[in-house]
């Protein structure tokens, strides 16, 4: 079975950091862009941030620019994502998925070209 497990949410005060892990399991995903989206309630799904299979390109949304910073152990099979300086705006659930290989979106923002999800990771930033 093909599985996406986050792992490192909780609650935190804001201006402190916070570090996500996504951990695959049932393939690799060594040859996929991985992302991490987030979402709050009454609200589509957004991107975050996104890495090339080789870990070497890295896409981000601009509210998150500067302060998050996506990464990946292939050996592992694992992504993260660094959160540093939050925002009670940064308040939502995050979900780690796999892109699709046949996907066209350069930008890779789209949900809809994400194949694999996780479960989400609740992350709450108090003020």
């Known amino acids: 079975q093909v599985q996406l497990r986050e792992s490192g949410g909780g609650l935190v005060q804001a201006g402190t950091s916070l570090r996500l892990s996504c951990k695959g399991s049932g393939r690799t995903f060594s040859d996929r862009t991985m992302g991490w989206f987030r979402r709050v309630p009454r609200k589509e799904r957004e991107f975050v941030a996104g890495?090339?299979?080789?870990?070497?390109?890295?896409y981000y949304a601009d509210a998150v620019k500067g302060r998050f910073t996506i990464s990946r152990d292939n050996a592992e099979n694992m992504v993260y994502l660094q959160m540093s300086s939050l925002k009670p705006e940064d308040t939502a659930v995050y979900y780690c998925a796999a892109e699709s290989p046949y996907s066209y979106d350069s930008d890779h923002v789209l949900p809809r070209d994400y194949e694999y999800w996780g479960q989400g990771t609740q992350v709450t930033v108090s003020a």
């Open positions: 890495l090339d299979w080789s870990g070497t390109r890295t």
